[in-house]
């Protein structure tokens, strides 16, 4: 691979999920990842899950980092799992507002993650390397792009060290942004969120749902292809193939896939890109 990846993993919910998961890793350390990052359900509901997932990929020998979402939380729980996430040997964090289970009140001690960032370092130093999350197609309930965009200056100032993005499928997006943000002083790296295109109505269902604008010329081949599992696989390749191809040429300074814990379109991706 010709720059640097990392990886994205969920907490399976059932015994064969985790197996799946650690069949799914065994493959893509092959790829020797810079780190493996575990997301973190609404309200911290995936807590337990999370930090076990993690502890299993710091057995295997690979850097985790831990998604850390603060809305909701009091400064006390906070504390208490940073030292958690130390003792485990935890050096990095994905540090994310986060959403709450609906239903619930907002709450806690923290609004934005640009306060959890604030809060991180003033507790623990420099113990964690902390990556946050930016938007380049703006995020879903961002009044602006304005208003967005300061949000993420605000978590760089903070104290991240590095940003990883929404995914995306429109190369200029990614490069605008970058910019807007180089404009705004923020010099950290921003890594552009790959998520490969494996499954037409699981990408459109949760790109509706999180505001990643999937183009509309790529939305009608796939609803063209219908059931035709194979098509979909062989365009969505391309299709994400041109889109890194271009961020690499770019500049991008690593990529972050989305793996959705499979291997094969994430390794068909990388192998291409390093060949």
């Not at 809060?119 to 792009?145: D, L, S």
Request: charged share 20%.
């Amino acid at each position: 691979m010709m720059l640097p990846i990392s990886l994205e993993f969920f907490p399976p919910k059932t015994a064969e999920g985790s197996e799946k998961l650690r069949a799914a890793r065994a493959q893509l350390y092959a790829l020797q990842p810079e780190f493996c990052s575990v997301t973190y359900g609404a309200g911290g509901s995936t807590h337990a899950g999370t930090f076990t997932t993690v502890a299993e990929i710091l057995d295997e020998g690979v850097e985790a980092a831990c998604h850390f979402s603060c809305i909701g939380a009091t400064r006390a729980r906070v504390r208490d799992q940073l030292a958690q996430l130390q003792a485990m040997g935890v050096k990095r964090l994905v540090a994310l507002r986060g959403d709450l289970p609906s239903g619930y009140g907002i709450g806690g001690e923290f609004q934005y993650a640009s306060e959890l960032v604030e809060f991180i370092r003033a507790e623990t130093g420099n113990a964690f390397r902390i990556e946050v999350a930016c938007y380049p197609e703006v995020h879903p309930q961002a009044k602006t792009p304005q208003t967005d965009l300061d949000a993420f200056v605000r978590k760089v100032k903070a104290g991240a060290d590095s940003a990883i993005t929404q995914y995306f499928y429109n190369a200029d997006s990614y490069f605008r942004f970058v910019d807007d943000a180089r404009r705004q002083g923020v010099d950290v790296p921003v890594v552009p969120g790959i998520m490969p295109i494996t499954n037409s109505s699981q990408l459109l269902r949760f790109s509706d749902a999180c505001g990643a604008e999937v183009p509309r010329w790529i939305r009608l081949r796939l609803q063209s292809y219908g059931d035709d599992a194979q098509s979909i696989k062989a365009f969505g390749h391309e299709v994400v193939a041109d889109l890194c191809r271009r961020l690499v040429r770019g500049g991008a300074p690593g990529i972050h896939f989305y793996t959705m814990n499979q291997a094969a379109a994430t390794l068909a991706l990388s192998r291409e890109l390093a060949g």
